[in-house]
C-alpha cells in the first residue's frame, strides 16, 4: 500500500503558525516528517541602527509568552558588551521575575495548550463524582500530599456546569477535539479530574502572571529591567509587596503540588506504555523504528544553563539549571555548552543561501519560494528546497533538544545535587525508570518537575530579597560608562526561557546597533532539516509514532505540543518594506 501523507496545518493551542507533514507507512506509523513555521514578522532587523540601551524594550516584542525573558537576555547583552555586573537586589527581583514566568508557562502549557492531548472532555460526563474524588486521592498519595480538588460534590457540580455546555450543543473552549479517540487513555473518573483542574488553573496562573507584574510593573511585557539593574526600587523597600508576592507564590505552589504533579503522575502511569515502548539507538530512529519512547526524537540535549546563585558576575555565578551538553542521551557524558559552536543554517529555510553562520555575523535576508501546488489542488512544502520561515540552528555541528527535559537531563548529568533530588524522587514516587524522560510523556514530566523546583527555590529567593532588603541594601543598579561604547564592542545574552537555550547576541558600533541575533528555544525546535539533511528535534520526535486514526492525528498534536512550541518567538524577522512576499492558501481539513 501506498504511504500517506498527513498535513497538519495549523497545529492549534499553541502560539502562531506551525505546520507539519508527515508520511505514514501502511501500519499508520510515521516514517518521515517535516516541521515548517508558515509566518514571516520580525523585529532583529528593526533593532539595527538602535541605541542598544533601548533594544530590550522592542526585542521582548518578538513574543507575548515569554516576553521577560527576552527583555533580559537582550539587557545582559548589553550588560556583557559593558562588562557591568548587577547587584544582588536586581538580581534576586530578575530571578522572581523569570521564576514567576516559568511557573506561569509551565502551568499554562500543561492544562491549556497540552492536557487535552491526553484528557477526553466528553468522556468526563461519565464519570462516578465520588469514584473521582478517591481517583483524585490516589493520585495525590502517589504525590505524597492530599487532592486540591476534593469530595464528590465538587467534582459533581463541575461536571453540571459542562455538560450544561455540552447539552447546548457549545463546547465553547472544549470544541474542536478529537473527542473519544482511540488514543486516549484516561478512565471517566481520571478525565473529570483534568477537565475540574483545567478549569481551576484559569485563576492560579492569573496569579503567577499577577506575581510577574509585582516586580516587573506589568505583564506581559514588564518594564523594570533596566542596563545596570531595575528600576522597582520601591517595591524592593516595601515589606509589603514582597509579602504579597510571597502570598501567591506559597497559594500557588499549593496548586502545583497537589493537582499538577499528582495529576501528571496520573496521565504518565496511563500513557507509561508509550513512554516505554521502544529502546531502539538512534541509528534505528532515523530509519524510522522509534527510539526511547514515543516522542523520543534526537536524544540530543543542550542548556545554557540559568537562574544566577550569587553576584561574582553573569558567566561567573553558581546557576540553578548548570550549562551543559548531552548527546545520544548517555547522561554517562557531559560536556560543556560553548558559545562558539553555535550557528544557524538556512538550508532549508526561506532565506538566501549561506553557510552556516555564528550569531554574531547572522543574517536575515528572506528568499521564498512557496509551495508545491499539484494536481490533487493541494499546496505542499517542497521539503527536498525550502520549507520554513524558521533557521535551522546547529551545535557543534549536531541537531539538538531544548527545554525542560534538556535542563533536567543535563542537571542530572553533571550531577548537580538539587535537581538530581527533584528528579529521583519524581521517578521513585511513581516507580518510574529514568528512561521513560525520553519520551512526550517524558518532556511533559520534566517540566512539571521544573515546576515544582522553581517554586520551592523561589520561596528561598524571595526570603533572600527581604532579609537583604530589611539589612539596609537598598542597592538597584550599577553605573557604567556609556561612552565606552563609541568603540566597536559586542555582547551576548545566553540563558534559558521557559521552552529552552536563548541567545542574543548583539554588535555595537559608534554606539549604535550595527549586528542583532535573537536564537531561540522554538528555533532550536522547530528548525527544518540542515546542510546535511538531518531533523530537526520536532521533526525527529514523530519517526517511529503510530497513529490511530490518520483523520485524527491526535498524536502528532501531542506530540508537538510536549515541546510547547511558539512560532512568534521561533521567526523574528520582517521585511521592513512591506514587500509580499508569497501568498498561498492554507486548506486546514486535508488529510490525504
Ligand atoms: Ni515565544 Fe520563548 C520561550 C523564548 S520561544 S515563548 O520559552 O525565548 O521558544
Ligand atoms: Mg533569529
Known amino acids: 500500500m501506498a504511504k500517506k501523507h498527513i498535513i497538519v496545518d495549523p497545529i492549534t493551542r499553541i502560539e502562531g503558525h506551525l505546520r507539519i507533514e508527515a508520511v505514514i507507512d501502511e501500519n499508520n506509523t510515521i516514517v518521515d516528517a517535516y516541521s515548517s513555521s508558515t509566518m514571516f514578522r520580525g523585529i532583529e532587523t528593526i533593532l539595527q541602527g538602535r541605541d542598544p540601551r533601548d533594544a530590550g524594550l522592542l526585542a521582548m516584542r518578538i513574543c507575548g509568552v515569554c516576553t521577560g525573558t527576552h527583555y533580559q537576555r537582550s539587557i545582559e547583552a548589553v550588560e556583557d558588551a559593558f562588562d557591568v555586573t548587577i547587584p544582588k537586589n536586581a538580581r534576586l527581583v530578575r530571578n522572581l521575575i523569570q521564576g514567576a514566568l516559568y511557573m506561569h508557562d509551565h502551568l499554562v502549557h500543561f492544562y491549556h495548550l497540552h492536557a487535552l492531548d491526553f484528557v477526553d472532555v466528553v468522556s468526563a460526563l461519565s464519570a462516578d463524582p465520588q469514584k473521582t474524588s478517591d481517583e483524585a486521592v490516589k493520585w495525590a498519595k502517589v504525590a505524597g500530599t492530599n487532592p486540591y480538588i476534593e469530595g464528590a460534590g465538587a467534582y459533581k457540580e463541575i461536571q453540571d456546569r459542562v455538560a ?14 478529537y473527542w ?11 478525565n473529570l479530574i483534568g477537565v475540574a483542574q483545567y478549569l481551576k488553573a484559569l485563576d492560579i496562573q492569573r496569579d503567577m502572571a499577577k506575581m510577574q507584574a509585582i516586580f516587573g510593573g506589568k505583564n506581559p511585557h514588564p518594564q523594570s529591567i533596566v542596563v545596570g539593574g531595575v528600576t522597582c526600587v520601591q517595591d524592593i523597600q516595601n515589606p509589603a509587596r514582597i509579602a504579597l508576592f510571597k502570598q501567591l507564590l506559597q497559594d500557588t505552589t499549593k496548586f502545583v503540588k497537589q493537582a499538577y504533579l499528582p495529576t501528571v503522575y496520573m496521565a504518565g502511569t496511563m500513557y507509561a506504555d508509550e513512554a516505554t515502548d521502544s529502546k531502539a539507538t538512534f541509528t534505528e530512529l532515523i530509519q524510522g523504528k522509534g527510539v526511547g519512547g514515543t516522542g523520543g526524537g534526537l536524544l540530543n540535549y543542550m542548556s545554557y544553563g540559568d537562574f544566577r546563585l550569587d553576584d561574582t558576575g553573569f558567566y561567573k555565578s553558581a546557576l540553578l539549571f548548570p550549562s551543559g551538553v548531552v548527546y545520544n542521551g548517555d547522561l554517562s557524558k557531559v560536556y560543556e555548552a560553548d558559545p562558539e559552536k553555535i ?13 552556516p553562520l555564528h550569531p554574531y555575523d547572522g543574517q536575515t535576508i528572506p528568499n521564498y519560494t512557496g509551495l508545491d501546488k499539484r494536481a490533487d489542488g493541494m499546496a505542499y512544502l517542497k521539503t527536498d528546497e525550502k520549507y520554513s520561515w524558521i533557521k535551522s540552528p546547529i551545535y557543534n555541528d549536531t541537531r539538538v533538544e531544548v527545554g525542560p527535559l534538556a535542563r533536567m537531563v543535563i542537571g542530572v548529568a553533571k550531577k548537580d545535587e538539587r535537581i538530581t533530588k527533584y528528579v529521583t524522587n519524581f521517578l521513585k514516587r511513581g516507580n518510574l525508570p529514568i528512561s521513560v524522560l525520553f519520551s512526550t510523556v517524558g518532556r511533559t514530566a520534566a517540566r512539571a518537575i521544573e515546576t515544582e523546583l522553581m517554586a520551592d527555590v523561589m520561596l528561598e529567593w524571595v526570603d533572600e530579597l527581604a532579609a537583604n532588603a530589611a539589612s539596609g541594601d537598598l542597592s538597584t543598579w550599577t553605573d557604567f560608562d556609556f561612552d565606552k561604547v563609541s568603540v566597536k564592542t559586542k555582547g551576548m545574552g545566553l540563558a534559558e526561557a521557559p521552552r529552552g537555550a536563548l541567545g542574543h547576541w548583539m554588535r555595537i558600533e559608534d554606539g549604535k546597533i550595527a549586528n542583532y541575533q535573537a536564537v531561540v528555544p522554538s528555533t532550536w525546535n522547530a528548525g527544518p532539516r540542515d546542510y546535511k539533511g538531518r531533523m530537526g528535534a520536532y521533526e525527529a520526535s514523530l519517526i517511529g509514532t503510530k497513529v490511530a486514526d490518520p ?8 506530540t508537538i505540543h510536549s515541546f510547547d512550541p511558539c512560532i512568534a518567538c521561533a521567526v523574528h524577522v520582517v521585511d521592513t518594506k512591506g514587500k509580499e512576499l508569497g501568498v498561498y492558501k492554507i486548506d486546514t481539513q486535508c488529510s490525504i
Open 164 to 177: 450544561k455546555f455540552v447539552k447546548q450543543g457549545r463546547l465553547g473552549i472544549f470544541g474542536n477535539g
Open 551 to 558: 483523520e485524527q492525528p491526535l498524536e502528532i498534536i501531542r
Open 180 to 190: 473519544g479517540n482511540k488514543h486516549y487513555k484516561l478512565t471517566p473518573e481520571q
Open 343 to 355: 550557528a544557524e543554517d538556512v538550508t532549508h529555510a526561506w532565506y538566501e543561501d549561506s553557510k
